[in-house]
């Protein structure tokens, strides 16, 4: 079984931008934690990463045809995004929401997902755990 993890815009600058909310490990670092996660679930991995919306909805049409579950951050495009919603919705593999930080603790427009009807579950605050807890959620998803 293969998955894919989506990182949407601004996630390539972990581990530098707005440290006290992101943290400060860098990305690559984390990658590499999702992906030893995804091998102990035996699933194999690969991750992706763009700032571009419509790369993002280009990458959720291939998952259609060559994964069997998704784990996406979209970043801000999570608040109003109604096209990578689409994407998602169109979907028939799990597609696990993720944030690094806790969205309803912030700016009241990060308190709406309007990915999260058309995803399996949302995993939000627990900074890199929380794409480890959506690889696990994965797991019990995909059998
Ligand atoms: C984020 C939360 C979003 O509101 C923000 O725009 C991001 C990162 C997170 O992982 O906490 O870019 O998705």
Redesign the pocket.
């Known amino acids: 079984k293969k998955i894919l993890v989506i990182h949407?815009?601004?996630?390539n600058l972990?581990g530098v931008r707005q440290t006290d909310?992101?943290g400060r490990e860098g990305i690559e670092s984390i990658n590499r934690q999702i992906v030893s996660r995804a091998q102990e679930c035996s699933f194999e991995c690969e991750v992706f990463q763009s700032n571009h919306e419509g790369a993002i909805i280009d990458k959720l049409h291939e998952a259609r045809e060559t994964c069997d579950g998704v784990v996406i951050?979209?970043?801000?495009?999570?608040?109003y995004s109604y096209a990578i919603r689409d994407a998602i919705a169109l979907l028939t593999i799990p597609c696990v929401e993720?944030?690094?930080?806790?969205?309803y603790a912030?700016?009241e427009?990060?308190a709406k997902s309007v990915i999260a009807p058309v995803c399996a579950g949302s995993i939000?605050?627990f900074g890199k755990y929380?794409y480890l807890l959506a690889v696990s959620a994965l797991q019990s998803l995909i059998q």
């Open positions: 949407g815009p601004n996630i972990t909310i992101y951050n979209a970043g801000a495009y999570t608040h993720v944030h690094l930080s806790n969205v912030r700016d427009f990060r939000a605050g929380s």
